[in-house]
């Protein structure tokens, strides 16, 4: 079965910290890890994806096999990161797998100024 | 538009009573999925869609949610008797190949009085 667990539930810092967005999943296929985020009445979107290997609003994540994880990071918070992010697990690339996702339960994170 | 489109964008409904909702997705996007957002929930995995063939309907909560697909475009997802716990809001997402990143709606947040 597969889950994806996001430890905390709301996260604060103060503008120019760093953050990170914990996100642990358990599946025994070959995982595909995403990080969607939503701000403030708009809708989900993508931010990252971890084949891609980009940073996207200077955010990065790593997938680690070994811990089962995929933490988001960036290194100086801005006040505009203030949102909902989530974490989400793919079925696994190839075959006949699809892109069915399972979510974490979310992170709220509050950046100060 | 660009955007998967849902609608409407907010319903109000007796318990009890039937709904439909409804989710246009991005033009040429073969597969389309169905999700729930609701509070202590986060969000669920509702039935997915290649074209005009759902292979999982796992998610389905019960027999009184079905969903169809016409035309390899627009779906419906119909709620029979419902029950104050269908509460939530009902996201639909779209992508190119099932392997392909998911694009939002904005969702439809119904309400069960």
């Known amino acids: 079965a597969q889950r994806v667990t996001q430890p905390e539930k709301l996260l604060s810092v103060f503008k120019g910290a760093p953050v990170e967005l914990k996100c642990n999943y358990s599946?025994?296929?070959?995982?595909?890890l995403f990080w969607y985020v939503q701000y403030s009445r708009q809708r989900l979107q993508l931010l990252l994806r971890?084949?891609s290997r980009e940073s996207i609003k200077g955010f990065t994540a790593d997938l680690n096999k070994g811990e089962t994880s995929f933490h988001l990071k960036k290194p100086f918070a801005q006040e505009e990161d203030s949102a909902m992010y989530y974490c989400?697990?793919?079925?696994?690339?190839?075959?006949?797998?699809?892109?069915?996702?399972?979510f974490g339960q979310g992170t709220i994170l509050t950046v100060h100024p | 538009g660009a955007g998967v489109s849902q609608s409407p964008s907010n319903k109000v409904t007796e318990k009890g009573k039937d709904v439909e909702l409804r989710c246009d997705p991005i033009?040429?996007?073969?597969?389309l999925y169905w999700y729930r957002q609701s509070l202590g929930q986060g969000l669920e995995f509702l039935i997915y869609?290649?074209?005009?063939?759902?292979?999982?309907k796992s998610g389905l909560p019960s027999d009184r949610f079905s969903a169809e697909r016409t035309g390899g475009s627009v779906s419906t997802l119909t709620i029979q008797r419902t029950q104050q716990e269908d509460s939530a809001v009902y996201l639909c997402?779209?992508?190119?190949?099932?392997?392909?990143?998911?694009?939002f709606g904005d969702g439809t947040r119904l309400s069960i009085l």
């Open positions: 997402a779209s992508s190119g190949r099932g392997d392909q990143p998911q694009h």
């Open positions: 599946y025994s296929g070959s995982p595909e």
């Open positions: 971890h084949i």
């Open positions: 989400a697990l793919g079925a696994g690339a190839g075959g006949t797998s699809y892109g069915k996702l399972t």
């Open positions: 033009s040429g996007h073969t597969a």
């Open positions: 869609f290649q074209g005009n063939s759902a292979p999982d």
